[in-house]
Nanobody, 122 residues
């Protein structure tokens, strides 16, 4: 059974930094794409960033320049370094993964983590 487990969430002041991590288990072949989504209270879940096995990265315009995604394909892990955090970044951050990049783009992730709370105080 595939599991994605996030860690590293917490409370940080505006302007601060936080790094969240995600480790996958229960998979034999590696994911082609891993990434992060987030969901703020009362809002829909939104895509944040993703990274391919070839280390090609993509970011939403809202976080570009402030967040950095990285990963270790061999270990099926992905990280999100969040700098210059704003109160609007407060959300539950979900790790996600897909076996194929094309599937990720067409229909979204195949697997989801349980989420980790990130709270940015003003």
């Amino acid at each position: 059974q595939v599991q994605l487990v996030e860690s590293g969430g917490g409370l940080v002041q505006a302007g601060g930094s936080l790094r969240i991590s995600c480790a996958a288990s229960g998979i034999i072949v590696g994911f082609n794409t891993m990434g992060w989504y987030r969901q703020a209270p009362g809002k829909e879940r939104e895509w944040v960033a993703d990274i391919s096995r070839a280390d090609s990265t993509r970011y939403s315009e809202v976080v570009k320049g402030r967040f950095t995604i990285s990963g270790d394909g061999a270990k099926n892990t992905v990280y999100l370094q969040m700098d210059s955090l704003k109160p609007d970044d407060t959300a539950v951050y979900y790790c996600a993964a897909a076996l194929l990049r094309s599937a990720w783009d067409r229909k979204g992730p195949d697997y989801w983590g349980q989420g980790t709370q990130v709270t940015v105080s003003s």
